[in-house]
């Protein structure tokens, strides 16, 4: 309640930014944190305002990317039930207005990642031309626009990875993906089945999924998330560069995760908006806190 006050409360052209979204881009920071506790990688603390800058970045970029979309749907938004209040689909903001900012943030966001890093730009850059192909017709194909979802996030991880010029695991990104995918999976569940006199008004791609083929993709990339996650953290290279095979401590904290998450989706019917869910469901706060908490007290007393 308080989050949903707090954001009528912001002006039309912010809103439409949707800065709720984010917490998305804390995804940057996965390998300054990671890279911080490796060996073999040359990371201080004072290369955070690096990754700062990479994750403050892509959030105007990402933006961008919002406001088309919602230019793009303005139409279907207006026959959702909740996605009618955005500001471009209640009339709030002008789409000539949204079109202005959007052009605004990306080649704002675009220009200033060159000026931080040259490989920064070029992962900004494959991150706009893949989500203006998603805009403009790949969000319509099931099953594809999943994996666009999930490449989003990779794009995300390689961002903190490039502006540091470290190395990241391909375990790190093996599990973003899946972790994606698992989050795009339960909200199109959450979409065909609350939602469902909605589907061919609302996201035309759902004509093409089946609730049984969710819920079994689902458990398949939960699983295969957690079986990734566990690997990684008793991997010998894994091991080397830590220097400790206590990170296998983690590994309860992945599952209650994943599992408080699937409680949500399947007996509470949440899961169209995992931004907000990880803002405000407790267990879920408590449990990443733990999970950071071990994490550092691993890596300090190794």
């Not at 295969?224 to 095979?245: M, S």
Request: glycine share 6%.
């Amino acid at each position: 309640m308080l989050l949903a006050r707090v954001k009528h409360c912001l002006p039309p052209w912010l809103r439409a930014m949707r800065p709720q979204q984010w917490t998305k881009n804390a995804l940057v920071f996965a390998a300054f944190i990671f890279a911080l506790g490796d060996r073999q990688q040359q990371v201080s603390l004072t290369s955070l305002w690096q990754v700062a800058g990479a994750a403050f970045l892509f959030s105007l970029i990402s933006s961008g990317i919002y406001l088309l979309n919602d230019i793009r749907d303005v139409e279907l938004d207006r026959a959702h039930p909740t996605k009618r209040f955005r500001p471009i689909a209640a009339g709030e903001l002008s789409i000539p207005a949204a079109l202005t900012l959007s052009v605004l943030l990306l080649i704002g966001g675009l220009g200033a990642s060159l000026l931080l890093s040259a490989r920064l730009a070029v992962v900004c850059l494959a991150y706009v031309i893949l989500q203006v192909a998603y805009t403009l017709g790949l969000k319509r194909v099931a099953l594809i626009d999943l994996f666009v979802i999930a490449a989003g996030f990779i794009f995300r991880a390689l961002a903190g990875a490039v502006v540091l010029d470290v190395t990241i695991s391909p375990w790190l990104l093996l599990c973003t993906m899946l972790l994606a995918l698992f989050l795009g999976l339960c909200k199109r569940r959450h979409e065909k089945v609350v939602l469902s006199d909605l589907d061919a008004e609302t996201r035309p791609s759902l004509e093409n999924y089946n609730q049984g083929l969710l819920d079994q993709l689902i458990g398949i990339v939960s699983s295969a998330t957690i079986v990734c996650y566990a690997l990684y953290t008793l991997w010998p290279d894994t091991v080397e560069k830590f220097g400790t095979t206590r990170l296998g401590f983690t590994i309860p904290f992945v599952i209650f995760g994943l599992f408080r998450y699937l409680d949500l989706v399947y007996r509470h019917e949440k899961g169209d908006r995992p931004e907000r869910i990880l803002l405000t469901d407790p267990p879920l706060i408590i449990d990443l806190f733990l999970y950071g908490l071990t994490v550092l007290g691993i890596l300090a007393f190794r």
